[in-house]
């Protein structure tokens, strides 16, 4: 039976999958950067794959509703959103469970485009958008060899969170 006390360890780890299909003529978005393809991944958002498995990364962490269950595909809201609207929802959530993100590491599987020469980008945006120095953001990319997956984009994450320092209490004044 679960313990009923709350427990709040130093550290937590979550991990985050996602996979999109590409889709001719719908721009490529992956880490919140749009990159030159001629095929994008199709989705009822923005389809950024890299987002969504660090958006659930964070989310599992904190043992958190899952990104579809905070944004159901089937509310006509969501549809087209830009994802980052994900990332900060979780996290916020991250934040006010009282942590935050130590490290980020992520791989992408996908036969084109090369990430190589977007890497940097990729991973600076990802660090801006998570409050990160840009060397506590991995990324490795992969080719899907012998999964025949070669119209999908595959992402794999997992993030570190540690315990927010408290904030200071101002000393009170003795009377
Ligand atoms: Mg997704």
Sequence with gaps: MPKTKAHTPATRIGYGFDSHEFRPGIPLKIGGITLPHDKGLGGHSDGDVLLHAIT???LGAIAAPDIGALFP????????????????????????????????DSSLILMAPKIGPHSAVIRARVAELLGLHINCVGLKAKTPEGLNLDNAALAHVVVLLEKAPQKKKKARKKK
């Design 56 to 58: 659930d990364a964070l």
């Design 73 to 104: 595909p089937s509310d006509p809201k969501w549809k087209g959103a830009d994802s980052v609207i994900f990332l900060r929802e979780a996290l916020k959530r991250v934040q006010d469970a009282g942590y935050r993100v130590a490290n980020v």
